[in-house]
């Protein structure tokens, strides 16, 4: 046998290394492959032994210690197949995941998958790159490592936007982080060019600001860091730290108590996130008083310690683990974005998409985050990210993007007939803009889903806190921006949906019944456009005349309105809508000869009084009878209406024969 480092031979007893770890064994491991159609099975290393057998050698072996912990019955014959998948969703590039799957001779099948890790000094560390995640993050190793995951991003990632701190403006005002201890507020003038960190943080209550009364002080004395809660301090060392000199944080860069600087300020959102240097997410705390540096982050909790053969034949040892290490909702022990305090404040969303650049304080450790990948600092075993990322082309493209109108007859045959005359080089571009133009669509349905579900402390805020990232979409694509929807996908954007728990319309106006804005809670906005595309030349819709918002600041185009007025010429007819405890209630009619059909289904916006009169607005449908979308309104005054609840219907022709009779006429939402 080959000589075993002393301090790995004790990991396995001498039948598994007569086995499994033996030479042949783990090369067998390491060359499976997953066998198509085999359910329950990868090929790799398979062997048979009982439950009594590794209950026997669990005193002196870790891997049938393991093996023996997978269940409680422990009586009869069994198959154990082992097999390494190479490729698997965590980071960092080659980690491997081992895929174990026990097969009872009883027809009971056990199979798991788990996650390699090993320490660096370790013989396995020159195959095994992925290692056990740091759990304090404010050493100075923590930040050599958060700087070469930085470094690694601007010299190598093709798909990241370049960093050009000399042609970037920094904002109106930044913290010169340069006496950590006494930093201070410097006004730019907005003319100043170079890097700067911004900070993203849930405020959690009261804290110290910026207004118009302290600003000076701020300015020529600098601030005192010991009357500032802990994640100000922290983003202040952290800047530093980093080597970086200035540090926007919202609350002590934008004057508080100005509506003017407020609303100039929230206007610059999408470039103060997208052009930072870096950005400094505070995941873990859930207030200021917290603070994200100096928390309790445990250790990743390893199922076994085994050994493992590399390829050029030295012996070393890796710990497997689930990719969980609890099934709670922990996000210090099994993390998803989700779990963390930042991912439900409403704000929050904008400042963890737009930036190209992040590093993430989590509860677990610390990410750096890119257009390209999520990775946990010195090459720790990192779970895939389960945020949203808005695409490539959004960073890609200025005002080159134009997504078109719904797909039509008329618009297939036109492509249809110029493409013989196109190169490839040129039909290629054409696909991959059209992939852009969906991969953008998606997203911003996405990203109105993941806002929606978010918390928001002061109800105006609404339009707002996602006007950063609609302001990045307008740049990429050149369309118009109406209150939370576009004017090129208008008839498509009008049909979202409240879903979850209703809520009380918001006694103050936000915006235009027909946005999603006026509502609280979750929203659903579904991608339509392949149902759209299949109607070909039987779709139907109305036409939109004219659509607008009144801004409560120019200087904030994709912030706070005041009001909103949609035209549309098309058809309307009144209906009944039956009463019952589910979330979409019957809508029906009544035909001229007095029976009542039902034609669909409606969903309400809000909880709200309603009027009895309510009435039906198709707004697009497939003339065959498959789908029918629409809007349900109510009188509004004179000539007016507003939205109350989404429409859906159809199914076969009969569904849509009341269409035919509806009388085109000109139609106007508030």
């Known amino acids: 046998m080959d000589t075993i480092d002393p301090s790995v031979k004790p990991l396995a007893c001498e039948a598994c290394w007569a086995g499994i770890f033996s030479v042949e064994g783990w090369q067998t491991v390491l060359a499976a492959k997953k066998v198509p159609g085999h359910i329950g099975y990868s090929n790799g290393y398979g062997y048979e032994t009982t439950w009594t057998a590794l209950c026997a050698a669990s005193s002196h072996c870790n891997w049938c210690r393991f093996l023996a912990k997978k269940r409680k019955r422990r009586e009869g014959g069994l198959q154990v197949w082992v097999a390494c998948d190479q490729d698997s969703d965590c980071t960092p590039a080659g980690e491997k995941k081992l895929t174990i799957t026990i097969h009872g001779n009883d027809g009971s099948l056990i199979q798991s998958g788990y996650y390699m890790y090993t320490n660096s000094e370790d013989k396995a560390a020159r195959d095994i790159k992925a290692r056990d995640r740091i759990t304090d993050v404010s050493t100075p190793h923590s930040y050599e490592l958060a700087l070469e995951c930085l470094q690694n991003c601007l010299h190598t990632h093709s798909k990241c936007p370049p960093a050009n701190p000399a042609a970037t403006l920094l904002p109106d005002r930044v913290i010169d982080c340069s006496h950590p201890q006494k930093p201070k507020l410097v006004l730019t003038g907005g003319n100043q060019h170079g890097a700067y960190v911004a900070l993203s943080y849930v405020w959690g209550g009261p804290q110290p600001m910026t207004t118009t009364e302290n600003v000076d002080e701020f300015v020529n004395e600098g601030l005192d860091m010991s009357q500032f809660p802990q994640t100000i301090r922290d983003a202040v060392t952290v800047t530093h730290n980093l080597g970086q000199r200035y540090l926007w944080i919202d609350a002590l860069c934008i004057l508080q108590d100005s509506r ?60 497997i683990a689930r990719q969980m290490d609890t099934d709670s909702g922990d996000a210090s022990r099994s993390y998803w974005d989700e779990l963390e305090p930042v991912s439900w404040r409403a704000w929050c969303l904008q400042e963890r998409l737009l930036p190209p650049r992040m590093l993430i304080y989590a509860s677990d450790t610390l990410k750096f985050a890119c257009q390209t990948e999520t990775v946990n600092i010195g090459g720790a075993l990192c779970e895939p990210s389960t945020g949203l990322r808005l695409p490539n082309s959004l960073y890609r493209h200025r005002g080159s993007l134009r997504d078109t109108h719904m797909t039509t007859s008329t618009s297939t045959s036109t492509s249809t007939s110029t493409s013989t005359s196109m190169s490839e080089s040129a039909k290629e571009e054409e696909r991959e803009e059209e992939a852009d133009r969906v991969a953008n669509r998606q997203a911003w349905l996405a990203t109105i889903f993941m806002y929606t579900i978010r918390d928001l402390s002061v109800a105006s805020d609404k339009l707002p806190a996602l006007g950063g990232v609609a302001e990045q979409f307008h740049v990429a694509t050149g369309d118009q921006y109406l209150a939370g929807l576009w004017r090129r996908t208008l008839l498509l954007d009008l049909l979202w949906q409240r879903g979850g728990t209703l809520h009380p319309r918001p006694q103050t106006y936000r915006a235009p019944s ?81 029976n009542v059909a039902k034609i669909g289904v409606l969903s309400f916006d809000a909880v709200e009084q309603r009027p009895e009169e309510m009435y039906v607005i198709p707004l697009v449908w497939d003339a065959r009878g498959p789908f029918v979308r629409g809007i349900v309104v109510v009188r509004a005054g004179t000539d007016q209406y507003k939205r109350v609840a989404g429409f859906s219907g159809g199914s076969s022709p009969s569904n849509v024969s009341w269409l035919d009779s509806l009388e085109t006429q000109e139609i106007t939402i508030i």
Request: proline share 5%; net charge positive.
């Open 514 to 594: 027909w946005s999603w804005a006026s509502t609280d809670g979750m929203v659903s906005a579904p991608y339509y456009e392949r149902e759209v595309a299949s109607a070909g030349a039987f779709l139907r819709k109305v036409e939109v005349l004219d659509c607008a918002v009144e801004l409560a600041s120019p200087r904030a185009p994709f912030g706070e309105v005041t009001g909103g007025v949609l035209r549309i010429r098309g058809g309307m007819r009144r209906v009944v809508v039956e009463e019952s405890r589910s979330d979409s209630k019957n809508v029906t009619l009544k035909n001229p000869d007095g």
């Open 260 to 319: 003017e600087d407020k609303a100039v300020q929230l206007g610059s959102m999408c470039r103060i996130y997208r052009d930072a240097y870096l950005t400094l997410n505070a995941a873990c705390a859930s207030s200021t008083r917290e603070g994200f540096l100096h928390r309790r982050r445990p250790k990743k909790i390893p199922d076994a310690r085994i050994p493992y053969r590399c390829r050029d034949g030295a012996v070393g040892s890796v710990y």
